[in-house]
């Protein structure tokens, strides 16, 4: 079946620091990849997410990149601050028109003062 | 718009007993989820509906049940409550159009099987 693995499970940095997560998926026909943040007790929150026919994507700080022939994707932080730490979940969509989203199993993310 | 929301925050429900989660959204989406959080772990998908009247199971769909009789409400009934189903229970919703996948998420339902 469809399945995301996310590398690593936990991430500490200096503040200031870049950080990257990784993620591969499974379903060749994945065509939507999502990051989302969440803060200890929180919803999930979308970061910034991808569509298969772009590379790479960036808002301010963050970035994520593609490739689809590996079947990988992976976030980039630059410039971590404080109150970037959380867990980081990657996704992938199936299903076709369902818009399902499977779920790597998370990076604990924690920057250093 | 107050997005999506779910009712109880927190509930402890006897091993046996029965209880529904509630899930509201006010963004007209025609889709809508339930997942549940396990300590440490991502979210698995229980199960979905693209509109009113239709849905389907996700990768967890045992112990639980859903309906979906209008376009903002996606309740979730769990039936014969056990232990393994303490959890995070969060609801989603989003468009059901291509290029507006965005997952909204509640702010979750955490539930303890004594």
């Known amino acids: 079946g469809e399945n995301v693995e996310q590398h690593p499970s936990t991430l500490s940095v200096q503040e200031g620091d870049s950080a990257v997560i990784k993620c591969t998926y499974s379903d060749s026909a994945s065509n939507y990849f999502p990051w989302y943040k969440q803060e200890l007790g929180k919803r999930p929150q979308l970061i910034i997410d991808?569509?298969?026919?772009?590379g790479e994507k960036k808002d301010q700080r963050i970035a994520v990149t593609l490739n689809k022939t590996a079947k990988h994707f992976s976030l980039h932080i630059t410039e971590t601050q404080p109150e970037d730490s959380a867990v980081y979940f990657c996704a992938a969509k199936y299903g076709g028109a369902t818009n399902k989203l499977i779920f790597g199993t998370g990076t604990l993310l924690a920057v250093q003062p | 718009n107050a997005g999506v929301t779910q009712t109880p925050k927190f509930h402890i429900l006897k091993i046996g007993q029965s209880m529904t989660l509630q899930c509201t959204q006010d963004?007209?989406?025609?889709?809508m989820y339930w997942y549940r959080q396990d300590p440490g772990m991502g979210l698995k998908l229980i199960y979905y509906?693209?509109?009113?009247?239709?849905?389907d199971k996700g990768e967890v769909p045992n112990g639980y049940n859903v309906s979906r009789s209008t376009t903002e409400d996606f309740p979730l009934r769990l039936e014969l409550a056990a232990p393994s189903q303490t959890s995070v229970y969060f609801c989603a919703s989003s468009y059901p159009l291509r290029d507006q996948e965005t997952q909204y998420f509640g702010p979750g339902t955490r539930l303890l099987v004594l």
């Open positions: 991808i569509r298969s026919n772009v």
């Open positions: 509906s693209v509109g009113a009247g239709i849905t």
């Open positions: 963004m007209n989406h025609n889709y």
